[in-house]
């Protein structure tokens, strides 16, 4: 007896959805607000100051005492302020957990380790977090990874996984993140909703299938920035990162415990809450990314070049408009890119604790090893080097270490001739910071 055909499982998916579009299409836009010409004014000056232990503009005890950068600047000036950074800023992330916690099941411990330290503080350390890892508080990429084409370090820092996994970040780009800041939750979550209709009501999971899934946070909000999709808005990204990153602690984060003096309390805030919005205000009016052809000559290549970025999938992922946001190539989404890509780490000390009553496909699920949020691609021309800790110094190389959902994309690309994968790369190259 056969079965019904396609076409009805097909109607019987679109009257299921048809409310919710309807809701989608008639629900008001998001109208973005231009920031105050004072604010940004002040916030530049904060942005791009060099902050000192006890510095005048702090309320607290001003950097530190332990932190990665002495100024937003010193990372974020790929294409000027705000842009991305190379390599010498990346950000150190550890996971970990003893043998004792995982016999009963404790969620493991999550944090950076610091590259700095103000004055005689003592600085933190792999060491603090196993033995048998080097007392290095600012390691090599290399000696975190194995790179493409070279031999694992002598002194490589995963010897002790799983007590221990290391990871790390690099800095994004923060042009045009007003932009993304004005995306709804609800839009994100119609990605979410759109992929798996189109492959088939795949797992939000899926090993291989590029299907997203917006991460929704403990307060029913939904992840815009970072690349886990950790902070919901502008504000969130911006507080969270002066703490973690410059150990200025504010009334939205608090100050990480220094893994080499975990007992320290911070004296008070060191920023007020109007000082943070300052900085955010100034980064909301960083201009978008712009599309730009750097020779005429190329003009057939690039056009070329975005009918194949379609067609062989990676726009499955990197979606052209998101609302009414045109040219960001990001779904928003988080992604899982297989095993080789896995970093684990977040500037949140301990994570909550899991419900043993959901599923383990739960939306609210936090990040998991694999996932990444689709990192935009406009101004990728001038954001190199790519991925989430910055091992591709090429667009050929980020494409070719696509794994997991991104394994489809990545053998298309492959199978184009050198000509076309040559195409693709310039019209990718269009993408210019501002």
């Known amino acids: 007896m056969k079965g019904p055909h396609w076409s009805w499982y097909l109607l019987i998916a679109l009257v299921a959805l048809a409310p919710a579009g309807i809701r989608l299409m008639t629900w008001p836009g998001f109208k973005r607000q231009a920031p105050e010409p004072q604010m940004v004014q002040a916030g530049q000056t904060l942005f791009v100051h060099e902050w000192k232990a006890n510095d005048p503009l702090a309320s607290g005890d001003g950097l530190g005492p332990v932190y990665n950068a002495a100024s937003c600047v010193a990372c974020h000036n790929q294409g000027g302020p705000g842009g ?125 299938l590029p299907v997203g899934r917006a991460l929704r946070l403990a307060d029913g909000r939904v992840g815009h920035f970072g690349w886990k999709a950790q902070s919901a808005s502008l504000a969130d990204f911006v507080q969270a990162a002066c703490a973690n990153e410059l150990g200025l602690g504010n009334p939205g984060q608090t100050q990480p415990r220094p893994l080499s003096k975990p007992y320290y309390q911070p004296v008070s805030y060191d920023l007020t809450l109007e000082q943070c919005d300052q900085i955010t205000a100034f980064v909301a009016s960083l201009p978008r990314p712009v599309e730009k052809l750097e020779k005429s000559s190329l003009c057939s290549d690039a056009l070329a070049g975005r009918e194949l970025f379609k067609s062989i999938g990676c726009a499955d992922c990197h979606t052209p408009n998101v609302g009414n946001v045109e040219g960001l190539y990001s779904d928003l989404l988080l992604h899982d890119m297989g095993q080789p890509l896995e970093g684990g780490g977040s500037y949140n000390d301990i994570p909550p604790l899991p419900n043993p009553n959901k599923p383990p496909s739960d939306p609210n699920d936090p990040p998991s090893p694999g996932e990444w949020r689709t990192p935009p691609l406009w101004g990728v021309a001038d954001s190199a080097p790519y991925l989430h800790d910055g091992r591709a110094p090429t667009l050929e190389k980020a494409i070719e270490l696509h794994g997991g959902q991104g394994t489809r994309a990545a053998r298309n690309f492959a199978s184009l001739s050198k000509t076309e994968q040559g195409q693709v790369i310039v019209f990718l190259q269009t993408f210019r910071a501002p």
């Open 84 to 208: 991305g950074g190379d390599l010498t800023h990346n950000v150190t992330t550890f996971v970990y957990q003893s043998d004792a916690e995982a016999a009963i099941r404790r969620n493991p411990r999550e944090g950076v380790v610091h590259a700095f330290a103000v004055n005689n503080f003592p600085r933190e350390t792999l060491n603090h977090l196993h033995s048998d890892l080097p007392a290095v508080s600012q390691p090599r990429l290399d000696t975190v990874i194995t790179l493409p084409g070279r031999t694992v370090s002598s002194n490589h820092c995963a010897v002790v996984r799983p007590v221990v996994q290391i990871s790390q970040r690099n800095t994004p780009a923060l042009f045009g993140a007003n932009l993304i800041d004005s995306i709804p939750d609800r839009v994100i979550i119609a990605n979410e909703k759109a992929q798996r209709l189109r492959w088939g009501f795949a797992p939000k999971k899926s090993e291989d």
